[in-house]
């Protein structure tokens, strides 16, 4: 009867001692996920800010640790608020991170190539033919 009594007095005790590390546990896991998670949304919150520079014209990303980015936070739909501001003050202290905008697209104009007279091939039985007696009365 004895060893029953001890396994019934130690079983409450186990359970206690097995709740008790399982919520030491969860609460090193929360611990850890919310570390993630910090970790993750400073993660988003600098590529952000890259994209956002670049739109600006930084010439340098390295210039954004030059600045100061605790003006800069997420909304919940992961919307950054205060670049704007923050890039437009940046610019007035230190112009020499951003190159001068133009209001032209990067993109240039394709070189100009004298027009192609069309070749018989490419042309209708039509369009030959008026290119012919072109052709014809200027002889």
Do not use: C, H
Not at 64 to 84: V, Y
Request: without cysteine; glycine residues 2%.
């Amino acid at each position: 009867m004895s060893v029953e009594k001890d396994i019934a007095s130690d079983a409450p005790e186990t359970e206690e001692t097995s709740i008790n590390v399982l919520a030491t546990r969860v609460a090193t896991l929360e611990r850890a996920l919310e570390e993630v998670q910090a970790q993750a949304r400073e993660r988003i919150k600098l590529a952000e800010l890259k994209a956002a520079a670049l739109q600006a014209g930084m010439l340098d990303l390295d210039g954004l640790k030059l600045l100061d980015l605790s003006s800069i936070e997420i909304d919940e739909n992961g919307n950054m608020i205060g670049t704007e501001a923050l890039f437009a003050r940046a610019k007035r202290e230190k112009p020499w991170l951003f190159r001068a905008l133009s209001s032209s697209s990067r993109a240039s104009a394709p070189p100009a190539q004298p027009p192609r007279m069309k070749l018989a091939t490419e042309m209708t039985e039509e369009e030959y033919r008026a290119a012919r007696a072109e052709l014809l009365r200027r002889r």
